[in-house]
């Protein structure tokens, strides 16, 4: 296991269909994050599981967005109904809790999906 | 939203030079941890540093942090070209770990 894995890496769509974007994350790693970053800015967050438990959605999160984590490995982020504004690097990252429970681990990040909507 | 803002927003030196970026953050913190992100491309992790904690070296890179002025600061001793990307403070504020990121320093580092 080298990493986080995104797929795809770039997605160009319409503006108005729907897009699936996957995310596996390091094996052992039970935390799996979804960020979105916009030219110029860092990566703000989206949502968050804990294995399948989906455990914070951002405001961000839209009723369009959602995400999943069936069987706590790996999670897909589909966005419906895409509109212009969802143009985004779409990164995905994961990591481990520390012995407190707690993030004191660093999050490992995948290279992220490219989407432009037309 | 935006937790924290890096200043400057770009900085250019020559090689060999040392590199110093800034943060400042608006809330109590577990940890503040230091990102490089080459463009167009995933984040990389660099140093993560405990809210009980005040500076922390790895390499070339020295990181302190003031948790009463919410500050912190990413040090690159002897830059490289290779150094050349953008540099993100993010802040774990203990919510479910999720990480609020900073608006990020450009360096370019020139031969």
């Known amino acids: 296991d080298t990493g986080v894995s995104q797929d795809p890496r770039h997605k160009i769509t319409k503006r108005g269909q729907n897009v699936t974007f996957r995310c596996d994350p390091i094996s052992e790693h039970n935390r799996l994050y979804w960020y979105r970053q916009t030219l110029g800015q860092g990566p703000e967050f989206l949502t968050y599981?804990?294995?399948?438990?989906?455990?914070?959605k951002s405001r961000l999160l839209s009723d369009r967005f959602s995400a999943e984590r069936p069987k706590g490995s790996f999670s897909t982020l589909e966005i419906q109904r895409t509109e212009q504004g969802d143009s985004a690097m779409y990164l995905c990252a994961s990591s481990f809790p520390g012995r407190e429970g707690k993030m004191n681990t660093e999050a490992f990040f995948g290279q992220g999906t490219r989407l432009t909507v037309v | 939203s935006q937790q924290g803002e890096e200043d400057p927003q770009a900085l250019s030196i020559q090689e060999g030079e040392n590199a110093t970026m800034n943060c400042s953050y608006k809330t109590s913190i577990n940890n503040l941890q230091w990102y490089r992100q080459n463009s167009g491309r995933g984040l990389v992790h660099l140093i993560l540093i405990r809210s009980n904690e005040r500076e922390k070296h790895s390499g070339r890179l020295r990181v302190t942090l003031d948790t009463s002025k919410k500050s912190s600061s990413l040090l690159i001793t002897a830059s490289r070209a290779a150094d050349t990307a953008s540099y993100f403070c993010?802040?774990?504020?203990?919510?479910?770990?999720?990480?609020?990121f900073g608006t990020g320093t450009q360096l370019k580092v020139e031969l």
């Open positions: 599981f804990q294995n399948e438990a989906q455990l914070e």
């Open positions: 993010a802040t774990d504020t203990g919510g479910g770990n999720k990480l609020t």
